[in-house]
């Protein structure tokens, strides 16, 4: 199991604490937000002006952890992959998680495209709009930019795709050296993977630190939005939440069940032995934390633990389609709340950020949050002004809607190892039919 699984273990009763300080801010924000009048003032100061620093704040701290994060995660999840496993049925298992993030990043950005979140909002910023579709590169430009002629300036410059590439480039060279035969470049290989497996437990700390401060930045980003817009704030929120659990579930009864018919096993037998996971993932928002449940499951379906012993726990690091439906949904409410234009290079960037920053995705409170910071600077939405408003319209359902990616992640990492499994027959199908 990668070092993505061991911080990702953090009490469950911490975790639901935060969860309800964070509801309770969401809840006081907006209400107050919609109480008192627009531009209530206390003294010389108005009092949005005073609460808005403190928002302000919080997406700054998760911005400043961005990069660190994303360079940490990458190259201890692609390097985690052991080379000698990479044979049939890791071939099998990573073809797999990479059609259906493809399919699932697509399947968000269709519901969002569908259903507009956010289009009434009107938190519009003009200037920025225009600035932005007049600056947008070719589909060939993001394909070339995708690789950086400079990495170290890539990473000071926080350009996104090229800091990707390289981590994934450094972390299966890693996992390489990592597994050769030479005892010297073993060694060294074994020393830098602990250097940025060390980076990542400190890394993964702060962002626990940061989280700490979590209801405090959503009781004002969502005070000063509800301030500004009332009840039109909450309309958009609650279609964010339908596109995306509608998404969620167009995913199992669609994709996942006709992978099961493809194979010839029934989409029903596979939910029914799969929810114990399902359910425990949502509750625990925390796929690793689940891995053990998934694990049981897996054995009740007869799948052999030469196969759910590599492919789970690979789909754990790598397999986020919970989160690239969000990413999805949530990149097109921010732009239309903005009412900033997305070209068809933009849309191509956003599947291929998605699809990217899934591998480095870490099952911490936030972290999603992080990889969609991480998705609207790809398509140079710099969160600020209103931008940030309506990011932080997300971060204030943040909670609800992780619960939804977690219940996807652990079931597409199910659905996988029964594809492996049948394909290579080594299913029991009696245990399958038990």
């Known amino acids: 199991m990668s070092s993505t699984a061991k911080h990702q273990k953090a009490p469950n009763n911490a975790n639901s604490k935060l969860l309800v300080r964070i509801i309770i801010a969401l809840v006081l924000g907006s209400a107050l937000g919609m109480i008192l009048p627009q531009n209530f003032m206390i003294g010389d100061m108005s009092l949005v002006s005073i609460i808005t620093p403190f928002g302000d704040l919080f997406v700054r701290l998760l911005k400043m952890i961005m990069v660190p994060i994303i360079i940490c995660s990458l190259i201890i999840g692609s390097s985690s992959i052991s080379p000698d496993k990479l044979?049939?049925?890791?071939?099998k298992a990573i073809l797999f998680y990479a059609i259906t993030t493809l399919i699932s990043i697509a399947l968000g950005l269709a519901c969002a495209s569908i259903f507009s979140p956010g289009l009434g909002l009107d938190l519009s910023d003009a200037s920025k709009a225009v600035e932005k579709a007049a600056n947008a590169p070719s589909m060939g430009q993001i394909l070339l930019n995708i690789i950086p002629t400079n990495p170290f300036d890539s990473i000071a410059k926080g350009d996104i795709l090229p800091i990707i590439a390289f981590c994934l480039f450094f972390g299966i060279g890693l996992a390489y050296c990592r597994a050769s035969e030479d005892e010297r470049i073993k060694n060294s290989a074994n020393t830098v993977y602990s250097f940025f497996d060390g980076m990542s437990e400190i890394m993964f700390k702060i962002v626990r630190w940061v989280m700490l401060y979590a209801p405090i930045g959503v009781f004002a980003l969502m005070f000063v939005v509800f301030n500004k817009s009332g009840a039109a704030a909450f309309s958009s929120l609650l279609n964010v939440t339908v596109t995306y659990f509608l998404g969620l579930i167009v995913m199992i009864l669609v994709v996942y069940s006709a992978v099961c018919m493809?194979?010839?096993?029934?989409?029903?037998?596979?939910?029914?032995?799969?929810?114990?996971?399902?359910?425990?993932?949502?509750?625990?928002?925390?796929?690793?934390?689940?891995?053990?449940?998934?694990?049981?499951?897996?054995?009740?379906?007869?799948?052999?633990?030469?196969?759910?012993?590599?492919?789970?726990?690979?789909?754990?690091?790598?397999n986020m389609n919970g989160t690239t439906i969000y990413l999805g949904v949530c990149t097109l409410f921010i732009a239309n709340a903005c009412g900033i234009p997305l070209t068809g290079s933009d849309y191509f960037t956003i599947v291929i950020t998605s699809m990217l920053a899934a591998i480095g995705t870490a099952g911490v409170p936030g972290a999603g949050a992080l990889m969609l910071l991480l998705v609207l600077e790809s398509v140079g939405i710099k969160v600020s002004g209103s931008v940030a408003i309506a990011y932080g319209m997300i971060l204030g359902i943040d909670s609800i809607l992780d619960m939804g990616r977690t219940w996807m992640n652990v079931t597409g990492d199910a659905v996988a190892s029964v594809y492996v499994a049948k394909t290579e027959k080594e299913l029991d199908i009696e245990q399958w039919n038990s």
């Not at 949502?282 to 492919?311: D, H, W």
């Open 262 to 318: 493809l194979i010839g096993l029934s989409p029903l037998t596979f939910l029914k032995k799969v929810r114990p996971a399902m359910l425990t993932a949502f509750v625990t928002r925390s796929s690793n934390g689940t891995l053990p449940i998934t694990m049981q499951c897996a054995e009740n379906m007869g799948i052999p633990k030469s196969v759910y012993g590599f492919v789970l726990p690979v789909g754990a690091t790598v």
């Open 87 to 91: 044979g049939r049925v890791g071939g």
